[in-house]
């Protein structure tokens, strides 16, 4: 049990460094709330509770890293983007200059 709790810690807050709290709110905060209720269920030795818990919130906090990780990369794809047009037309100038 206290190996899924600390699964789930770790996942939850993986998510919270993929940005997760801003690119999936609803789902980070899911996964955050349902881990407090895994532990709250571990101190009271509710044990099928807690491991339940701890797993569900393990699946939405991987849901919601992957969620920031998709953000991210759009963000990243998008200034690339940029990246390349400023590129393209700084080429074009370059060969009609010649």
């Known amino acids: ?15 919270q460094m993929a940005g997760a709290e801003q690119a999936a709110p609803s789902e980070f905060g899911v996964a955050a709330d349902k881990l407090a209720q895994a532990n709250a269920a571990a101190r009271s030795r509710r044990e099928h509770d807690a491991m339940r818990l701890a797993q569900q919130a393990q699946v939405d906090a991987n849901l919601a890293r992957v969620k920031g990780e998709s953000a991210q990369a759009r963000l990243a794809a998008a200034e690339l983007a940029k ?3 400023t590129l393209r037309v700084a080429i074009n100038r370059a060969s009609q200059n010649q």
């Open 83 to 85: 990246t390349n047009q």
């Open 1 to 15: 049990m206290n190996h899924q709790l600390a699964a789930s810690r770790e996942a939850v807050d993986q998510a």
